[in-house]
């Protein structure tokens, strides 16, 4: 069974940074796009970024500049490194990857479970 599991999330003051991590676990034959969302209170989910197989990148406006994502395919492990944090960040951050179970499977969309960032003086 795939797993996602984040972390690296907590508080922070406005103009600081933070690392999240997702690592991937389980039976995986082949992960395609990773990516982050983030859900603040009150508001729906969204895309922060994401990555292809190949490295390839996509950010949305708000956090261009700031954010970058990353990815291990050996280690299966996708990063964000999240600089000048602002409060409009805060919010929970999920982890979200394309991934083939095995090589007789077609891909599905694994979530993980979340990690609070909050970003606050």
């Known amino acids: 069974q795939v797993q996602l599991v984040e972390s690296g999330g907590g508080l922070v003051q406005p103009g600081e940074s933070l690392r999240l991590s997702c690592v991937v676990s389980g039976s995986v034959f082949r992960i395609n796009h990773m990516g982050w969302y983030r859900q603040a209170p009150g508001k729906q989910r969204e895309l922060v970024a994401t990555i292809s197989s190949g490295g390839s990148t996509k950010y949305a406006d708000s956090v261009k500049d700031r954010f970058t994502i990353s990815r291990d395919n050996a280690k299966k492990v996708v990063y964000l490194q999240m600089n000048s944090l602002k409060s409009d960040d805060t919010a929970v951050y999920y982890c979200?990857?394309?991934?083939?179970?095995?090589?007789?499977?077609?891909?599905?969309?694994?979530w993980g479970q979340g990690t609070q960032v909050t970003v606050s003086s």
């Open positions: 979200n990857g394309v991934i083939a179970p095995s090589a007789i499977s077609p891909p599905y969309v694994y």
